[in-house]
Structures are given as structure tokens and as C-alpha cells.
């Protein structure tokens, strides 16, 4: 049977390797911390991008890209799912091409509906990315045929980029604390 002796210099830096390991509540917040910073920046940048995708983009669909960090396990997303709340509905009224006593122009009534998809601004849109991800179906009415949205993938390609390069800027932010807590 083998018995453990420490020497004092020796339980200092245990203690200190005890400090930086992951288990120490305040050592987990600090990471998470890092996890967080660097996903916001990840997700302005898939934003960013976002909008080169959307020719016209007036109600802004581009920021309903989402980040999240993990409380359970250290790690985060990036994604374009529908929020858990909705934000504040707009009034966005949309420009008109014709002056108003010119004669012309689509003379279809708007239904309610459409009015309401309308109101939604800024990240409550996500459905318009969600649109441009996945493409739509032929839709057809009694109006007419009103076409389908082509499927481009784009946040597939976007999001992977910016997470494996955050994932890096994490390790080395990580790195990086754990020089300066042991200097």
C-alpha cells in the first residue's frame, strides 16, 4: 500500500492547478464568459453576411441570427431558429411606386394576414432566412402561380466558417487565461 507525502511548495501549486481546472465555479464563469464574447462576434459576422444574401432587405430579416451559450456544458450556437419571444410588431408602411391620383398598379385587396407579416422587424423575421436556407415550394392560388424560393444553403456555409474560427479564438483566449493565472 503506497502512502502520499506532499511537499509545501508542492500543495501551493496544486492548489493553483486545482484553481484553473473546470470544476472551480469561478474558473467555469470565466470561460463562459470568453464562450460568449467570441459567439457575439460570430454572430454579428453571420449577420453581416446574412445580408448579402437578402437584394433587398428594408425591415431589417438580416439580425434574427441568434447566438446562445449553454449553462449545462461550456459551449454555445449559432442559429437561425424562431426566438421564444416575440419583439415589439412595427408600423412599416411600404413605399408606394405610384403617386396617388395615378391610375394603375395592382388592384388585388391585401388580406390580413400579409399585413401582419408586415409588422414583424429586425430578428422576429428569421422565417425570411429560414426561406432563403431551405427554398419554398411551387405555390399556386387562384390569382396565379406565385413561384418558389431556390434553396442556396447559405448559412450552412456561413455559420460553419465562423464557428470553427471562433472555435479557435476560444481556445486561445482559454490558453491565454490560464498563462496569465499561473504567471
Not at 481546472?21 to 459567439?39: A, F, G, S
Not at 455559420?159 to 490560464?178: D, G, N, R
Amino acid at each position: 500500500m503506497a502512502t502520499q507525502v506532499e511537499i509545501d511548495g508542492n500543495v501551493a501549486l496544486r492548489k493553483e492547478l486545482e484553481h484553473l481546472l473546470m470544476t472551480n465555479p469561478d474558473t467555469e464563469k470565466v470561460v463562459q464568459n470568453i464562450i460568449r464574447k467570441v459567439l457575439k462576434e460570430a454572430r454579428n459576422k453571420v449577420s453581416y453576411d446574412a445580408g448579402s444574401y437578402i437584394e433587398n432587405d428594408p425591415r431589417k430579416a438580416a439580425r434574427a441570427v441568434k447566438h446562445s451559450v449553454y449553462k449545462q456544458i461550456l459551449g454555445g450556437n449559432i442559429s437561425i431558429l424562431q426566438k421564444r419571444k416575440a419583439g415589439p410588431k412595427s408600423d412599416y408602411t411600404r413605399q408606394h411606386t405610384l403617386r396617388p391620383s395615378q391610375v394603375g398598379g395592382n388592384r388585388r385587396p391585401r388580406i390580413e394576414s400579409r399585413n401582419r407579416l408586415d409588422k414583424y422587424y429586425g430578428s422576429d423575421r428569421g422565417f425570411i432566412l429560414r426561406f432563403l436556407q431551405s427554398g419554398t415550394v411551387n405555390r399556386d392560388t387562384r390569382f396565379g402561380n406565385r413561384g418558389a424560393i431556390r434553396a442556396i444553403g447559405w448559412f450552412n456555409h456561413v455559420a460553419t466558417w465562423h464557428m470553427e474560427t471562433a472555435a479557435k479564438q476560444v481556445a486561445e483566449a482559454i490558453s491565454e487565461y490560464i498563462i496569465q493565472q499561473t504567471q
